[in-house]
């Protein structure tokens, strides 16, 4: 038994109240969202076990600070989604547009397209999984987490990387400072091998490379001047 | 044999012994200097203003018979649940990491105990401060550490951190030495590493950006917490204007004495405006706008006496913030610490390398030892006590211009000692009536 609330006829305010409500309830109920017509900052918030299916694509800030939640974007989403989310699982069928998952501390933000630029910029122990392609400046001094890539990514991945796992099947266009190819050793492969699953992606863990911090920017140093 | 007369030896105003100083300091170790605070330079200030008090034209209120009032309200624009002070002075933001858990703590009490409120800082919200402030402020910084939705539930307000007056356009650096295990806990980083604060917010740009951010956070915390916007004083007139539009309930303006924990010299002295001159600019913007007094300014950088905070309101200001005093009334800089700081190479005063983490006082550092010699409880009261006084001095200057609210001051009331602070607070420079840039003249 699902609620639907149509965004054609009610206010951003109304529909944010409902789904804040309800999963503060924790009553695990299903809503559907009709007309999203890319409005900002729907379904962000939410504390609690709930499900919203989007239907249509959204603005900034969907799902943003999520706990708990399932939301699903049944379209493409626009900047920022996901950001600072906590924990649950946000699924978006399109396309992700820049900085998907910024500053993300947990849960699974799962994009089946490509994402923008600067996706999984800081994040701080969110796994994110994008079946396309991401762009340029991409886990930007990401702290913790996982950005998993089937496709390929773009300029200057990883810069100024903290601990994040980077893994990447197709091709990295080129590396941003202090980030490097690193081991693919069992443990990785085992991580991958469960957030592949979770996302229900098509590939094996054994195809991707793996990218991290080298720790050479860590504590400042005048030999690293250049790198800056 | 007769000696040639010689001149007496001449030392360069250009190439002065602290210039040298800073020269050799930097041929040894190839970085520029890291240090804590504001701007240490001369720059026009409020020192430079003086009230006129009442005479003919208007009579004064008796000082302990006559009300004058000193609350004030932050955040009626557009949030639910404004914030009520009893006083127009505030503690600026300072992160945990930066300062102390006593520190925090005593800030928290201080506050409570004087009606205001306090504000976090980079690194999150710590119960130490939530347990001890009756009105909390969270800052949303660029780097976001510990940023939840819970705690900007908890919060009485929050403050997005788009600069600061120390160092506009500028990120910070917390550096490996004060980055214990509770704080890069809070942070989600290794300890021990220098910790980059970005300079820029991760997930916006630009004000049409920004405005969507605070309708997030607005549908996050159901429109109750007043949303504050902190900028540097960079282009006051148009970073206020811009806040405006972006939807801040509050605008903290901080001038370039404003303190930092830890940046690079060159930028906290040759980066922004003085304090005094971007009041003016940010009153007019609001003025421009129909806004001034619906969306409320909080003018910090500089502030340290009831004169200072009287003179920022007469100027426009709704409120001001304060940091580095605050931490001089907790203990910072004490001399009765002088040992130590010498052997710091330093002196009480001048001890600026808040980064370091080896604050003889207990209060800029993360050193379990040092931080016992804080009580916070102590140290509270003695920043109550100094909040108390900043308040009687306001009042008392008030009252002599014949105002029963301290909001009633007005730049009327002033002039200027100097041309430059006559520009700046566009004020009659003493004895005249006319300022530099006074239409009509």
Known sequence: ?228 | MDKTPQTEPRQSWTFSNSINSEIRRAADTGIYDIRGGGAKRRVPHFDDLLFLGASMSRYPLEGYREKCETSVTLGMRFAKKPIELKIPITIAGMSFGSLSGPAKEALGRGASMAGTSTTTGDGGMTEEERGHSDKLVYQYLPSRYGMNPDDLRRADAIEIVVGQGAKPGGGGMLLGQKITERVAGMRDLPVGIDQRSACRHPDWTGPDDLEIKILELREITNWEKPIYIKVGGARPYYDVALACKAGADVIVLDGMQGGTAATQDVFIEHVGQPTLACIRPAVQALQDLGLHREVQLVVSGGIRTGADVAKALALGADAVSIGTAALVALGDNDPKWEAEYNKLGTTAGAYDDWHEGRDPAGITTQDAELMKRLDPEAAGRKLRNYLNVLTLECQTLARACGHNHVHNLEPEDLCALTMEAAAMAQVPLAGTNWYPGKPGF
Do not use: W
């Open chain 1, 1 to 228: 038994m699902s609620t639907t609330l149509d965004m054609a006829t009610t206010e951003l305010r109304e529909v944010n109240t409902m789904l804040q409500t309800a999963a503060k309830a924790h009553a695990n109920e299903n809503y559907i969202i009709t007309n999203a017509r890319g409005s900002h900052a729907m379904a962000c918030g939410l504390d609690g076990p709930l499900t919203v299916n989007v239907k249509g694509s959204t603005g900034y800030y969907c799902a943003g600070m999520n706990k708990d939640a399932t939301i699903i974007v049944e379209g493409s989403a626009g900047p920022g989604v996901a950001e600072n989310m906590m924990s649950g699982v946000v699924t978006i069928e399109g396309d992700a547009s820049q900085y998907a998952g910024a500053t993300g501390h947990g849960g699974l933000l799962n994009i089946k397209g490509n994402a923008s630029s600067r996706c999984g910029i800081s994040m701080k122990g969110i796994d994110i999984v994008v079946h396309g392609n991401i762009g340029h400046m991409s886990a930007f001094m990401a702290q913790k987490g996982n950005l998993v890539v089937l496709g390929d990514a773009g300029d200057a991945l990883g810069d100024s990387l903290y601990e994040a796992r980077l893994f990447v099947r197709g091709t990295v266009k080129s590396l941003g400072a202090d980030c490097v190819e690193k081991e693919m050793r069992p443990e990785h492969i085992e991580i991958l091998k469960e957030l592949l699953e979770k996302a229900g992606a098509d590939a094996r863990p054994e195809e991707f490379k793996r990218y991290g911090s080298a720790r050479k920017l860590y504590n400042f140093n005048i030999d690293h001047a250049d790198a800056y």
